[in-house]
């Protein structure tokens, strides 16, 4: 999995309550992305960063706020969960610098139900 | 909004055939990327055509890419029960890092 792990791997939470999923890689990539993939819907980016504390948001960004104080690791959190937040949450990295669209590594993802 | 459209939605071969899935794009793209999904994993990058290329070969994966078409095949060559996942086409931007996926093909190999 490309040196990137994803805690927890699966969490059920209760609705209003606050969530915070932690991607972790030790392959010193600058870019990371959150996606979450449902059914019929593929895989959507929720925010991604391009380098310590510059994140910008994806195509589902709403409810969702990320940081990024280190190289290694990005949050995403879910100040309030909500129902239709219940999904498979993915964590990707890329590397390449000066370079359109590289290949990305993923993580195993987490299984978030709100209940 | 989707970037990419997978199509077959889900495909079911035996062993031993050829599998082709294919991707519509709507957009310009700077390069095309296809990626594995196997049940309950994460996404496994497995090859990825440029603009200006128009087939790419990489063990038995074979891509091709029609700019004019706005779409691309995915070829996968003497199946194996092994090659049972979802398959995913991405699309880059020129200029950007991000990637949009599709909706993916579930591929069945059946022994």
């Known amino acids: 999995d490309a040196g990137i792990t994803q805690s927890p791997r699966h969490k059920v939470t209760e609705t209003g309550t606050p969530v915070t999923l932690r991607c972790h890689q030790t392959e010193n990539h600058r870019y990371m992305y959150w996606y979450r993939q449902d059914p019929g819907h593929g895989l959507r980016l929720i925010h991604y960063s391009y380098g310590v504390k510059d994140t910008d948001k994806g195509e589902v960004s709403d409810g969702y706020s990320v940081s990024r104080s280190k190289t290694e690791d990005f949050l995403l959190t879910l100040e309030s969960a909500t129902s239709s937040q219940t999904s498979v949450y993915f964590c990707?990295?890329?590397?390449?610098?000066?370079?359109?669209?590289?290949?990305?590594?993923f993580g195993p993802g987490t299984r978030l139900t709100v209940t | 909004s989707q970037q990419g459209e997978e199509d077959p939605q889900a495909l079911s071969i035996q062993e031993g055939e050829n599998a082709t899935m294919n991707c519509s794009y709507k957009t310009s793209i700077n390069n095309l990327q296809w990626y594995r999904q196997n049940s309950g994993r994460g996404l496994v990058h497995l090859i990825l055509?440029?603009?200006?290329?128009r087939e790419k070969h990489s063990g038995r994966l074979r891509v091709t890419l029609d700019t004019s078409k706005k779409s691309s095949s995915l070829l996968i060559t003497a199946s194996r029960a092994a090659d049972t996942a979802s398959y995913f086409c991405?699309?880059?931007?020129?200029?950007?890092?991000?990637?949009?996926f599709g909706t993916g093909t579930r591929l069945t190999i059946i022994p």
């Open positions: 990707a990295i890329s590397g390449t610098s000066g370079r359109s669209g590289a290949e990305q590594y």
């Open positions: 991405a699309t880059a931007n020129f200029g950007n890092e991000k990637l949009t």
């Open positions: 055509i440029r603009s200006n290329e």
